[in-house]
């Protein structure tokens, strides 16, 4: 929850981060901020093999030391359950099994045990004292992949015409490979889950960028019903894309207090961000360019591989911006996976299209060399007229804009291409400068959202969904759509996020959270407006009886006839929102709206992109008292 109330009225249409002062007094509470009466810790005991199975483990100093309460492993943990497969953004984890679900040891760092202490300080003791004998087998982990060690055949993400020909007769030819290292996310706050079970429900407050899908996942890995498990994430200290799907210390805190019957808080270490919580994998691409003396392409053929864990299969899906970044006619575009020794890979930072247009970018480049063409005019002769991998139009590309203007502005015209031709003068002098280009594309997305919105008779309003604020803004984008919407400062605007008990919202990831939730929230003002404009119109208790609905509007926090002066918006006093005649202290007033927003699905569709789609008519319900 966050509001506006300790900061001065927006002045030049600047406001201040609603959540800003809460961050800086350090009042803002992140999931590992939360201390629960009785709450107890966990620390997890890590392997310290790559590849192997254990063979025995030793919890007798563990468990008698001071204050521990109880060392899991395997034999008595107790049954977590597979997920069944996802469907869209519901039911989504990406290293699919279970913490202890078995013996075998298949990257360095996977958890084996648990201490559960009174203290954080215990419970690192006793993670130490526990003693793992393994039976070590030969790893693999090397960065080099061969398309031989495919897991299967490649996966064509996209093809049109005969690019295997096109390429072999094209007059100028790029055959190139790239490869991007693997990345890891570590932003500053640590991946915690908080978890408490009070004998028939759970609450977990989860560094999560996505609650309603760490609810689904949860309840099912634990084999409870939905209901019975709910997640908090009020503020997240930035995930990346690391903190999209569950991870196993999830279900590891929530396993632990179900057993212990008190709350536990497991707070991952920064050595265990590196190898338990995800990263962006390793990826070698093979990039085949045909094109014309004069730079026209007449073939791409982009092959990509990407390192995976030993169990899951998780696809970078190098290729995803590759079918309509630029005209080809003969196109291939195909993506294997190759198993290591390694933690599952996840989203990270514009997953797929990031390592695709390096590689992509990079042979553009390399073909512009070749043919001794500005590679800003190869980029522009290759320009297509519609996505070719779809057939369809863009809704919006301004590609060619932006490489007119950025020469114009950057002053490309004085570029010479020349290694080392261009020294630098003034400031700059003793430097050799190179100035480059590379074109770049993400995905502009909607998806399904839900939002309530309030108007209370102490003329404050209140808007809420389960979506999160990841540290981008969203309770400020919320506080001012519906202060502009319904004339009300943002002193008086509640937004309330992160929680599964609100209206379901969409995950932060993709940088569509805004784009989605903003058209349930207008739709839940208007909802709610027209229900307090019809209780101001109708009744014995009408403020404005024998008005029309359509005659009234909202500012201040008041219902006004439209042809009365409105009164300035300041941030006080607080009138209420359609006071009845007749009542010295009317009851609240609160429309209760929750609005659906249900984009329509279209091809282009994954697990990791919703797609290309278009919204339809939205779907709406009005509630109140």
Not at 174 to 193: F, G, K
């Amino acid at each position: 929850m966050a509001t506006n109330s300790t900061l001065p009225p927006r002045t030049n249409g600047s406001l201040p981060r609603v959540d800003g002062p809460l961050k800086v007094t350090g009042t803002a509470k992140y999931s590992s901020d939360y201390n629960l009466p009785g709450m107890l810790y966990a620390v997890p005991v890590c392997a310290t093999i790559a590849s192997g199975a254990i063979t025995d483990i030793d919890v007798t100093r563990a468990q008698s030391m001071p204050g521990v309460k109880a060392v899991y492993h395997r034999a008595n943990m107790g049954k977590l359950f597979r997920t069944a497969p996802a469907a869209g953004f519901s039911g989504i984890i990406d290293e699919k099994r279970p913490p202890f679900e078995d013996d075998t040891i298949r990257y360095y760092g996977q958890y084996v045990a648990v201490a559960v202490a009174l203290t954080f300080e215990q419970a690192v003791a006793a993670a130490n004292a526990v003693k793992v004998t393994y039976q070590a087998t030969p790893f693999n982990v090397t960065t080099h992949f061969t398309e031989s060690e495919a897991t299967d055949k490649p996966n064509i993400d996209s093809h049109r015409g005969d690019p295997d020909a096109a390429f072999a007769s094209a007059p100028v030819k790029i055959d190139q490979t790239y490869a991007t290292p693997t990345e890891t996310h570590n932003p500053i706050e640590l991946h915690a889950s908080v978890a408490d079970f009070d004998g028939q429900n759970f609450t977990l407050y989860e560094t999560t960028q996505a609650v309603c899908n760490a609810q689904n996942v949860i309840a099912q890995m634990l084999g409870v019903p939905i209901e019975n498990v709910r997640v908090i994430s009020r503020f997240l200290g930035s995930g990346f894309g690391g903190k999209l799907w569950p991870w196993p210390h999830a279900l590891i805190a929530a396993q632990a207090s179900r057993n212990l019957g008190r709350p536990v808080k497991l707070v991952v270490t920064r050595d265990m961000m590196f190898q338990n919580v995800g990263h962006r994998p390793r990826t070698q691409q093979r990039i085949r360019l045909g094109a014309t003396t004069q730079g026209k392409l007449v073939a791409l053929m982009h092959d990509s591989l990407n390192h995976t864990s030993v169990l899951d299969d998780y696809s970078e899906g190098c290729s995803e911006a590759t079918p309509y970044s630029y005209s080809v006619a003969n196109l291939r575009a195909s993506s294997g996976l190759v198993r290591r020794n390694v933690g599952t890979p996840t989203s990270m930072r514009g997953p797929g299209a990031v390592p695709g247009l390096f590689a992509l970018e990079s042979a553009m480049d390399e073909l512009a060399i070749e043919l001794k063409l500005d590679p800003i005019q190869l980029r522009l002769l290759n320009e297509p007229e519609k996505d070719e991998g779809l057939n369809l139009p863009f809704s919006s590309r301004h590609v060619v804009e932006c490489l007119k203007v950025g020469a114009e502005k950057f002053g490309w015209s004085s570029r010479t291409p020349g290694i080392g031709s261009m020294q630098g003068t003034g400031d700059q002098a003793g430097l050799t400068l190179g100035w480059g280009v590379a074109g770049a594309s993400w995905i502009a997305e909607r998806t399904e959202a839900q939002a309530s919105v309030e108007l209370l008779s102490n003329g404050t309003a209140r808007v809420s969904s389960a979506t999160q604020d990841i540290g981008t803004g969203t309770y400020t984008v919320l506080s001012n759509i519906v202060a502009e919407r319904i004339g009300l400062p943002n002193d008086r605007i509640e937004v309330v996020l992160g929680d599964t008990n609100l209206p379901p919202g969409p995950i932060s990831g993709g940088s569509w959270a805004t784009a989605s939730v903003i058209p349930a929230v207008l739709d839940a003002i208007d909802k709610a407006q027209q229900t307090l404009f019809a209780i101001a119109t109708t009744g014995p208790d009408a403020a404005f009886p024998n008005q029309k609905a359509d005659a009234l509007a909202l500012a201040n926090g008041k219902v006004h006839l439209k042809s009365a002066a409105f009164r300035s918006v300041t941030s006080s006093p607080k009138p209420a929102f359609a006071q009845p005649r007749g009542r010295e202290n009317p009851p609240a007033l609160s429309a209760l709206p929750i609005a659906s927003f249900q984009p329509t699905p279209s091809a282009r569709n994954s697990r990791k992109s919703p797609g290309n789609r278009r919204p339809r008519a939205c779907v709406s319900r009005a509630l109140s008292p």
